[in-house]
Every structure is written in structure tokens, then in C-alpha cells.
């Protein structure tokens, strides 16, 4: 079945690091999504590529970084310098404007 | 800029009761529109989404949204709800030639029995 798969579920990160979080999807989607999720204040995007090795950045880049050296892949870099990074992160897929995202499960990070 | 406001933080409903679920947008134009549904801890799936004609979308799970745009809404409705309806719902909008979503910030729904 295609999909988007976000890995890890739970992640936790120690003052100081850098994690990265996992996004692949297998229906060969050009546009690609990070969204940070914080009870209620809704969906906040972080990033969006619309092709491969292209990326823009969204309303709260500041503290991330991502990559797109594949269309399959889009993994989000949590860097040391995001203050609160504690939130609930989704990636999403599209194939293009007018389309529908297809959102992965999620990935939940919290701070050691 | 295009924005959303889904103006119901929390809602209750008794089960097998209707429901309605507000979304008004702001945009120049005619927007395209989705619902989307999230359960607690998982992903968002579309419900149902707008691009243009038929001002009355059928969704998945028995929802339905009417897009009215003298009032710039696109309410999500449906006629009798379950207990498996309990979740968050959200309320996005896309504009012309932009891959980008706004979403907005949520409608939790509580049933009771």
C-alpha cells in the first residue's frame, strides 16, 4: 500500500543535540511537507520542498534544517538552536496545488 | 495572505445527534478547501476536500461540507453521529498555484452516550 512513513514514533533528545526525524512516501509525490503540531494552536509549517533537491522554508524554519536528495525522502534535522523543540511533528505529501496532503502518523519529540 | 478560523475550540454532542463544525476562511478569490479528521496521537486523513463546482462535497464516513462563499464558509456537517467520530478536526485552505496549506487551529469533538 503506498504511504508516508515517519520514523521514529517517540524520540527524545538531551540539551545540546541534534536529531533527526525520518519521512519516506512511496506514492511518488513531488511536494513534500514538515508541519510542527502544539496543542491548540493547529498545524505550523516548518518546511516544504515542491521538487528534489529544492526547498523553501515555512513560518517557523528557525532551529530546522531538511534535505531533498530524493523525491522519496524528506528527513527534518532538529538542531540544537530550536528552544522548544517539544511537539508532535507530521510530514506530509502532495502532488501538487489543488491537491489534497497525505499525512504520515507523526513523530512525538520531548526533551531528556 | 489567506487565512482560516475554525471559531469552535471544543464541541459535545450526544451520540446519534447532528453536527456541524464551522470554518470561515479569508481569501480574494475562490479558494480550495479541505476537512480533515485526526485522531489522538496519529496522522490526519481527508475527510472531504472543495475545488470548484458543486458547492455541496460528500465525504468519507458520512460527512458532508457546503462551500458558501457570500459568507466565506465551509462548514462540515453530518446528520447523526458516533462514538468513533470523537477526534480533532481541522479546517484547511489552499489558494491558486501554491502547494501550500493553511490549516486551522481545530475543533475537538467529544460524543457521550
Known amino acids: 500500500d503506498g504511504g508516508i512513513t515517519q520514523s521514529p514514533k517517540y524520540l527524545f533528545r538531551k540539551e545540546g543535540q541534534n536529531v533527526t526525524l525520518s519521512c519516506e512516501q512511496n506514492l511518488n509525490h513531488d511536494a513534500m511537507y514538515w508541519y510542527r503540531q502544539d496543542p491548540g494552536q493547529g498545524l505550523r509549517l516548518i518546511y516544504y520542498s515542491q521538487i528534489v533537491n529544492d526547498f523553501q522554508k515555512g513560518d517557523i524554519a528557525e532551529g530546522y534544517s531538511v534535505s531533498r536528495e530524493k523525491k522519496e525522502s524528506f528527513p527534518l534535522t532538529v538542531t540544537s538552536a530550536q528552544k522548544n523543540p517539544t511537539a508532535f511533528y507530521l510530514c506530509?505529501?502532495?502532488?501538487?496545488?489543488?491537491?489534497?496532503?497525505?499525512f504520515g502518523d507523526g513523530t512525538r519529540l520531548s526533551i531528556l | 495572505a489567506q487565512s482560516v478560523t475554525q471559531p469552535d475550540i471544543h464541541i459535545t454532542v450526544s451520540e446519534g445527534a447532528s453536527l456541524e463544525l464551522r470554518c470561515n476562511y479569508s481569501y480574494g478569490a475562490t479558494p480550495y478547501l479541505f476537512w480533515y479528521v485526526q485522531s489522538p496521537g496519529q496522522g490526519l486523513q481527508l475527510l472531504l476536500k472543495y475545488f470548484s463546482g458543486d458547492t455541496l462535497v460528500q465525504g468519507i464516513k458520512g460527512f458532508e461540507a457546503e462551500f458558501k462563499r457570500s459568507q466565506s464558509s465551509f462548514n462540515l456537517r453530518k446528520p447523526s453521529v458516533h462514538w468513533s467520530d470523537a477526534a480533532e478536526y481541522f479546517c484547511a485552505v489552499g489558494v491558486y498555484r501554491n502547494e501550500k496549506l493553511t490549516f486551522g487551529t481545530g475543533t475537538r469533538l467529544t460524543i457521550i452516550p
Open positions: 506530509a505529501s502532495s502532488m501538487g496545488w489543488g491537491q489534497p496532503q497525505h
